[in-house]
Nanobody, 123 residues
Framework: QVQLVESGGGLVQPGGSLRLSCAAPRGTFISTMAWFRQAPGKDREFIAHISWLGNTYSADYVKGRFTISRDNAKNTVYLQINSLKPEDTAVYYC??????????????????WGQGTQVTVSS
């Protein structure tokens, strides 16, 4: 079973920045990738989506602060998060699919998921 591996989470002060990474195993073709997050006691929330060609779509609430990007040579997707707020505290997950997919804010349809990386924003 293919497991995506997230990294880059941690404890950061409000206003700070983080860059999360999500790597797929070598030899696994990932066409569509996305980031989600889940805060304690809340439902999983869509953040952003990126296609193989680099076309992106982000949720309205993150526009201007979160940026999704990818390096196909490294089979890795990134999430740059700036101006972090305490309400950004959550476990951040990446998801991937071996085919081109439309934006699926529900999270359904993805073939692969990571184990999550914790982001805590606190002073």
């Amino acid at each position: 079973q293919v497991q995506l591996v997230e990294s880059g989470g941690g404890l950061v002060q409000p206003g700070g920045s983080l860059r999360l990474s999500c790597a797929a195993p070598r030899g696994t073709f990932i066409s569509t990738m996305a980031w989600f997050r889940q805060a304690p006691g809340k439902d999983r929330e869509f953040i952003a989506h990126i296609s193989w060609l680099g076309n992106t779509y982000s949720a309205d609430y993150v526009k201007g602060r979160f940026t999704i990007s990818r390096d196909n040579a490294k089979n890795t997707v990134y999430l740059q998060i700036n101006s972090l707020k305490p309400e950004d505290t959550a476990v951040y997950y990446c998801a991937g699919a071996g085919r081109s997919m439309p934006v699926m804010t529900s999270g359904s349809g993805y073939d692969y998921w990571g184990q999550g990386t914790q982001v805590t924003v606190s002073s």
